[in-house]
């Protein structure tokens, strides 16, 4: 017959009850101790012993400190007020010295996120703040002005004072055109190749010359590099094409050498006429890049005294330090401005992409993947592109940002565009009677705080504001903005988004940031069914301007290494930045930007790689 085991078991409560039981007895019988006994060295009440879990059969030491952490929480409320005071000024009086340590290592370090990092903010605030106070007390021996000096200290260890700053002249000349034309340059274009570019010259006689190249390879298929043109030399210039003058070396059975002096002609490729220096320092460059020699078209890029600099990245922008220099950010939103005019006037380049048009503007302010991202920044270059949209090419911008995504309660949206449209529609456009730009906006502005309407739109302006969604097209509008669509755990921007671009048929749609990948969750959202379609999709929208910065391995905002810069108004092509550092006057640290290779598409972080480290190496 089978018995239950369970009435041989004690149960917890039993346990503790014949232990506290014995424990009892036990005192009694000796009768030595007193009412109170010791266990770990604390006194416990009298019958009462050291009880272990009763199913763990251990201590239960995290329950222990739970309750240690109630009661201190408890003791913090009861707390007289003179001694929370006392505590408070304490713990105040640590976290300021945490900070100022913290700033001290970064700037040893050279780690630093100049005027963003919260807790040297807040130090600032409070010297400002105390400051303030002893100077209306008359509280004087020199106090006050120490600690008013603290931001010129922190300056100092973050290393800003120390820093040249960036000419504003040179920023706002920097996109000019020089409008060379090619008999004005043509001589220092000759010096310039024939110095530095001998062996590039006589590979594209090899390459480029029909004749030449079937007599290469028929001679080099009987025996490997039995025909060869180490050097050349440019004779002449016009709008078609190069006549160089080339060392021929043909190499006999017996290993016999014969050298001969020819003339040949090398046409432009596809039939490009170059008139302009720009046009031809893109047409030499991107024969270079057909040969494989990427790092050669960094120096005809910087070819001295020919063609604009457009391309070039000004020196002492410093962009690790946040926010930065206003004059700085006026130079992104006209270099941005400038790619998106440039593209809207190109009708074979809307054709050819349907009117799909994607911007990747990432310096630390506008990259949404880094805590330095600042909307007002964002919102600032979004100004700046429809009001140059709407009064220079007059045409009707509708501004969108996502709304929520997701069903019922899971709906939500991404952090860094939270309250994105309401600071949009507070910004000071200009719109109100006797402005700039009265009568710019198409929506009314109501003021959050009352619900009225603060400035009345005009149903005939050239700038409105909108979600992502086919709703939202109408027949007026020319040109679409959305800021940064980006897709959650759990809701996809790929339906409304893909809806919204079919229903405005081929008019320009420009992605600012966009963030297009998918980001699997549970109920089926962006698996494995349509991600064909989303990233099609995605690659269907064509770079009309991009700039980031790159970084060494796997570190994240320092140290710069470089950038990366393109742009269809004045370099379509993918140029590699290599971020020099050296010391000028008086030990003040300077910095710039030298390209170090031009790429026809985005370049793989391999190519990047493989282009920079020769150089960092050097």
């Not at 100092?156 to 000349?173: I, Y």
């Not at 400038?338 to 593209?343: E, T």
């Amino acid at each position: 017959m089978m018995h239950s085991t369970s009435a041989f078991l004690t149960s917890p409560s039993g346990l503790g009850v014949a232990l506290r039981g014995t424990a009892a007895i036990g005192a009694r019988e000796r009768g030595g101790l007193s009412a109170l006994a010791m266990q770990d060295g604390k006194k416990i009440r009298e019958g009462w012993a050291k009880i272990p879990d009763a199913i763990t059969q251990t201590d239960n030491s995290a329950k222990r400190q739970q309750n240690a952490a109630m009661r201190a929480r408890q003791a913090q409320a009861d707390e007289p007020e003179a001694l929370k005071q006392m505590r408070l000024k304490r713990e105040a009086e640590e976290r300021e010295a945490a900070a100022a340590a913290d700033a001290a290592k970064r700037s040893e370090d050279k780690n630093f996120v100049a005027g963003q990092d919260a807790r040297e903010a807040r130090l600032i605030e409070e010297y400002k703040k105390r400051a303030a106070e002893a100077g209306k007390k008359g509280e004087g021996e020199g106090e006050g002005e120490v600690q008013m000096d603290i931001r010129e200290k922190l300056k100092g260890m973050q290393g800003s004072a120390k820093r040249m700053k960036v000419d504003p002249d040179a920023l706002l000349h920097q996109s000019e055109l020089s409008g060379q034309s090619m008999r004005q340059v043509d001589k220092a274009v000759k010096a310039f190749l024939n110095r530095n570019h001998a062996a590039a010259l006589g590979e594209f006689v090899m390459t480029y010359n029909a004749e030449v190249a079937e007599r290469a390879g028929k001679a080099n298929a009987f025996m490997n590099g039995s025909f060869r043109i180490p050097t050349g030399t440019l004779v002449s210039i016009d709008d078609t094409g190069l006549e160089i003058e080339c060392t021929v070396e043909q190499t006999g059975f017996f290993g016999n050498t014969k050298t001969e002096v020819e003339t040949h002609r090398v046409a432009y490729p596809d039939g490009v006429t170059c008139t302009d220096a720009d046009t031809f320092k893109t047409v030499i460059m991107r024969m270079l890049r057909q040969c494989n020699r990427l790092t050669e078209t960094a120096s005809v890029l910087d070819m001295p005294d020919v063609g604009s600099r457009g391309w070039h990245i000004p020196n002492n922008l410093f962009l690790n330090q946040v926010p930065c220099d206003p004059n700085i950010r006026d130079w992104f939103y006209r270099d941005a401005c400038d790619a998106v005019q440039v593209a809207l006037e190109d009708e074979e380049l809307l054709k050819s992409t349907n009117g799909r048009l994607r911007m990747e503007v990432v310096p630390p302010e506008l990259n949404p993947e880094m805590d330095t991202f600042r909307v007002g920044t964002m919102l600032e270059l979004v100004r700046e592109l429809g009001i140059r949209i709407a009064l220079v090419q007059d045409k009707r911008v509708k501004i969108c940002i996502q709304g929520s995504l997701g069903e019922g309660i899971f709906t939500g949206l991404p952090l860094m565009l939270s309250g994105m449209r309401r600071v949009l529609e507070g910004m000071d456009w200009q719109s109100q009677p006797g402005d700039m730009y009265e009568g710019i906006l198409v929506n009314d502005i109501i003021n959050r705080g009352t619900g009225k309407i603060a400035t009345k739109g005009n149903p005939d302006g050239k700038i409105a504001f909108a979600e992502v969604g086919a709703q939202h097209v109408d027949p007026k509008d020319d040109v679409f903005i959305i800021i940064a669509p980006q897709s959650m755990v759990g809701a996809s921007v790929y339906e409304p988004l893909s809806e919204m671009v079919a229903a405005a048929k081929g008019k320009p749609v420009i992605l600012i940031n966009p963030r297009l990948q998918d980001r699997p969750s549970s109920g089926g959202v962006m698996r494995l069914m349509g991600r064909a379609e989303r990233i099609a999709f995605a690659d269907s929208f064509k770079d009309i301007y991009h700039f980031r910065l790159l970084y060494k391995g796997s570190t994240f905002m320092f140290p710069i290494k470089g950038a990366l810069r393109m742009s269809c108004a004045n370099s379509p092509f993918w140029t590699v930045f290599q971020r020099q550092v050296w010391t000028e006057g008086e030990g003040m640290e300077a910095e710039g930007y030298q390209p170090v290779g031009t790429f026809d598409s985005e370049p793989s972080p391999e190519q990047i790689t493989n282009i920079i480290k020769p150089v960092a190496n050097m």
